[in-house]
């Protein structure tokens, strides 16, 4: 199992919109409605933001979103804050579980 | 409220075997509604899946297990009940297995899978050397 593609790095400006993908295939993403996304700040555990593709859990901003076509997922941060300058990992069901690369978010 | 804490050594020689223990509060381990998980972080990559544990099923483990292949011949996931925890045993390890090790929950919705993970306990550390 290789792990999900992801951007090692995605930046932009405060209020901004970016969007992070992680591509897999047609045995995992592509497959299941089961996609999480995690935000790790450093030296910190990582937090799910994402579930089941587009679902938020309670306390999680409404800026972050999710989606899915095909064999890819994203993940959109609306109006970008300083406090999202994070890594960010996508997980996909697929039988097991496969995480993505990784992306380092950088507010400029 | 669910919160899950990771123990153990933080040094291992190569080819002992690794053992953490993850100690779970706020709900039973035998609750028919999460599973549990360990999930590592090399230093400076990526999040690698271990494998998880449901309570459910028989097993000499004291649940269903279900493992990363690349991994599936050196792990045991295991349940203690009477504690309140449950454990990784990792096998031969070399300078590769060194990472910080997480344990986590999964939810199991109503008829559906679990699949994502939440909460996660703050990691700890494991370096393999002589």
Not at chain 1, 69 to 98: H, K
Request: hydrophobic letters at 30%.
């Amino acid at each position: 199992q290789s792990a999900l593609t992801q951007p090692a790095s995605v930046s932009g400006s405060p209020g901004q919109s970016i969007t992070i993908s992680c591509t897999g295939t047609i045995n995992d993403v592509g497959s299941y409605h089961l996609v999480s996304w995690y935000q790790q700040h450093p030296g910190k555990a990582p937090k799910v933001i994402i579930y089941e593709v587009f679902k938020r859990p309670s306390g999680v901003s409404a800026r972050f979103s999710g989606s899915k076509s095909g064999n890819t997922a994203s993940l959109t941060i609306s109006g970008l804050q300083a406090e999202d300058e994070a890594d960010y990992y996508c997980c996909s069901y697929a039988g097991g579980f496969i995480f993505g690369t990784g992306t380092r978010v950088s507010v400029l | 409220q669910l919160h899950l804490q990771e123990s153990g050594p933080g040094l291992v020689k190569p080819s002992e075997t690794l053992s953490l223990t993850c100690s779970v509060s706020g709900v039973s381990i035998s609750s028919n509604t999460y599973l549990w998980g360990w999930i590592r972080q090399p230093p400076g990559k990526g999040l690698e899946w271990i494998g998880n544990i449901y309570p459910g099923g028989s097993s000499s483990y004291g649940g269903t297990t279900s493992y990363d292949p690349s991994l599936k011949s050196r792990v045991t996931i295991s349940i203690d009940t009477s504690d309140n925890q449950f454990s990784l045993r990792l096998t031969s390890v070399t300078a590769a297995d060194t990472a910080i090790y997480y344990c986590a929950s999964l939810f199991l919705p109503r008829n559906a899978v679990a699949n994502w993970f939440d909460p996660w306990g703050q990691g700890t550390l494991v370096t393999v050397s002589s």
